[in-house]
């Protein structure tokens, strides 16, 4: 085993989403609703939709092939596959079958469910394994298609939902440690404000013994408190992980939200004094992709080359729970 203390660095990422597109314009053909109107509250103008038949599995395995690929790393010798998903193929998880598609045939993996806050916590998480020394290399994913989940006659949450996978290759650093300060928090009592809850039916079993029956219903989410909480916990809890980096808000290269609402970016960026240039947003081609949304955005930004290496990048994602968190990273590996 390594000498504890060694550090990380993330110097891959990947992406992928379904090629069926939904369009505001589309989406009034199905619920009352216009382009202007869900602009004007969202920023969203499309999302990328799983069509029947495809799986988040396959969409998971092409984001971590093409991080795994940035960071010149083989499947085989990956140590470590954490899925951050709400939205399974598989109840039981989905990990397993993308390792097997992967090829990773020595790494351990595990779902792990946050909701929209999950890829941070799971970054945080595979952080821990590689800090002991335990492993040298690790995947986290972040996946969902909560298109299966939608009320389709519900303008208030159908309009906002994408799918897609993003991932990213994090990799022992004995030179330095590049993720340079985290904060994860969560609060049961907001538990109510988004859910999307398991609904049973009592179906007798035996004379004295029944069984709930049933399945998971639609989502359902309070829109205006899941605002007044995300914009008052991201700025604080960003700012909490920039205390623990040892930095400041100017110090950040870019701010990459989970990317749940224009609305809340722009009052999180402002609340941070991080002006509009230094924030990365897709929401208008992509929706709000869940666990997914940090690294679709980071991956954009790499591959366009807006994002170099070094760059200071501050993330935070926050939803149901509630949970929400921040991680501040330096991209790319240490150079000798």
Known sequence: MKEVGVGVAITGCGAAVPNAVLSNAQLSAVVETSDEWIQTRTGMRERHILAPGETLSSLATQAAAQALAMAGVAPESLDLLVLATSTPDDLFGSAGKIQLDLGATRAVAFDLTAACSG??????????????????????????????????????????FGDGAGAVVLQADEQQDRLLGFEICSDGKLNHTLTLPFEGESRPL???????????QPITMNGREIYRFAAAKVPDVVSKALFRANLTADAVDWLILHQANQRIIDAVAQRLNIPPERVISNIAQYGNTSAASIPLALDGAVRSGKIQPGDVIATAGFGAGLSWGAAIFTWGRAQP
């Open 206 to 216: 035996l004379a004295d013994l029944a069984v709930g029956v049933g399945g998971y």
């Open 119 to 160: 890829f941070v916590f799971g970054v945080v998480t595979a952080a821990q394994f590689l800090r002991t020394g335990q492993y040298q290399t690790a995947v986290v994913i972040g996946a969902d298609a909560l298109s299966r989940w939608v009320d389709w006659s519900d303008r208030a949450t159908c309009v906002l």
